[in-house]
């Protein structure tokens, strides 16, 4: 993220998440001891109205010649392989097929940097602002990290997606011979069987608990992640999706397949 305050050039700084039972803070080492911001239902940060000194660089005229660089890049189509649980989440003319492994197109772009323009690059020096934190709003959409990942690997991204701002896992759970879920930044696929569906998700708050809750196609589907990071649930759920399958001639082609699953306690898997 990046940090601004008052007339500081914008830094970016790093920061770490962390979760209290259903209370959920960022921590972000801007001060000491660092600043602490509560994350709120609506999806907005609240540093309670604290006011902080944050130590920076502010321009101050003059400086020395210095010498642009323009990025010069080149572009080479390779295939990259990926899971039978990610098949569904491309169209058939995107999937190549050999055997039980399954690959999609992937773009490797290669630069190197070669003098442009000269300039004079400006001078700096150490300021300390004093800037009031209080409630920051989250924007309209979040930045989906799978677009940026997707646009450097050529690949596509998934067409389930939810990219509102909240709170993502990451990872894939399993509940031995149960349901599996491996979770991305905007949406998870729900591996049943050999049935495979991607699915939009959020995590809210309800009645002091973190629910992760699911637009699953066959009804409601919602889990209780636990104050040790696993996820629970009771019963059964159906999961309608699709099975990869070699196509007539060559490559891949795709078949509906239902299936259903139990639920339980489902841990990271290793």
């Known amino acids: 993220m990046y940090v601004v305050c008052g007339t500081l050039i914008p830094e970016p700084r790093t920061y770490t998440v962390d979760r209290s039972g259903s209370q959920v803070s ?15 239902d609506d999806g907005s940060l609240s540093g309670q109205g604290r006011t902080i000194a944050v130590a920076g660089e502010v321009p101050a005229g003059g400086g020395g010649p210095s010498t642009t660089y323009e990025k010069q890049t080149q572009t080479t189509t390779t295939q990259r392989q990926i899971d039978a649980a990610d098949v569904g ?9 050999n055997g039980m492994e399954f690959s999609v197109d992937q773009q490797t772009t290669s630069s190197n940097w070669a003098p442009s323009a000269s300039f004079q690059r400006p001078r700096t020096v150490p300021k300390t602002e004093r800037c009031t934190v209080g409630t920051l709003p989250a924007g309209s959409e979040s930045i989906k990290t799978s677009t940026i990942l997707t646009q450097v ?8 997606a939810n990219s509102a701002p909240g709170l993502r896992l990451n990872g894939r759970y399993e509940v031995p011979g149960g349901l599996k879920i491996e979770f991305r930044d905007d949406s998870a696929t729900l591996e049943c069987g050999d049935s495979f569906n ?40 159906d999961v309608t999706g699709r099975k990869a399958i070699q196509a007539q001639g060559g490559g891949v082609d795709y078949t509906p397949r239902n299936a259903r699953c139990s639920l339980g306690t489902m841990e990271a898997a290793k």
Do not use: C
């Open 153 to 160: 690997l050529g690949s596509k991204a998934s067409k389930s």
């Open 89 to 97: 989440n491309y169209s058939a003319d995107q999937v190549h097929q």
């Open 198 to 237: 991607s699915e939009g998700y959020e995590v809210v708050r309800e009645n002091g608990q973190m629910i992760v809750k699911f637009q699953n196609n066959t009804g409601p589907l919602s889990l209780v992640l636990q104050p040790n990071n696993t996820l629970t649930g009771s019963g059964i759920i």
């Open 26 to 40: 960022l921590s972000i080492p801007i001060t000491s001891p660092p600043l602490i911001l509560s994350y709120r």
